[in-house]
């Protein structure tokens, strides 16, 4: 979803195949947005899998001091949207899990990355509604033969 400190931003849900960028609203909260539209939130549900175009990078004063240095690197493009700490009021809690076990704020990622929304996570109730499937009625089960037809 989108963390709490974004309900002044117009937002909206994340697709499959978004282009996404990482973005600061109102100068502190870190998020992402639309690359065709920088001023809306992409609000991504847990279990929305993201690619990045190149290694995900963390904004710290040491990684913006030494940019050639190690400081900030997550290790990997690959990663699924988490929500941390729901137990905490006022607090972020978007975060993405990186396929190498790193754990990240989405608000303490550096702008300007790119990423696109690979998959959204998916549950039988949303397939269902989807595909608009509806049960199958069972089928009647064939009579029992009658054992004087056996004689």
Known sequence: MCDYSLHDVETRPAKVGDRLI??????????FAAVSDPNVAVCLLPGTELAFEA???TDSFLSRLLPRSR???????VA??????MNQPNTHHDALEFANGVTRLVTHLREGQRAVVLQLPSSKVSIAARL????????????APDPRDTL
């Open 132 to 143: 608009r499937i509806e049960p199958t009625p069972a089928r009647p089960s064939a009579p």
């Open 71 to 77: 400081f900030g690197r997550v290790g990997d493009k």
């Open 55 to 57: 290694e995900a990078v």
């Open 22 to 31: 990482t973005t600061k609203f109102n100068k502190f909260t870190g998020g």
């Open 80 to 85: 699924r949207f988490r929500q941390l700490d």
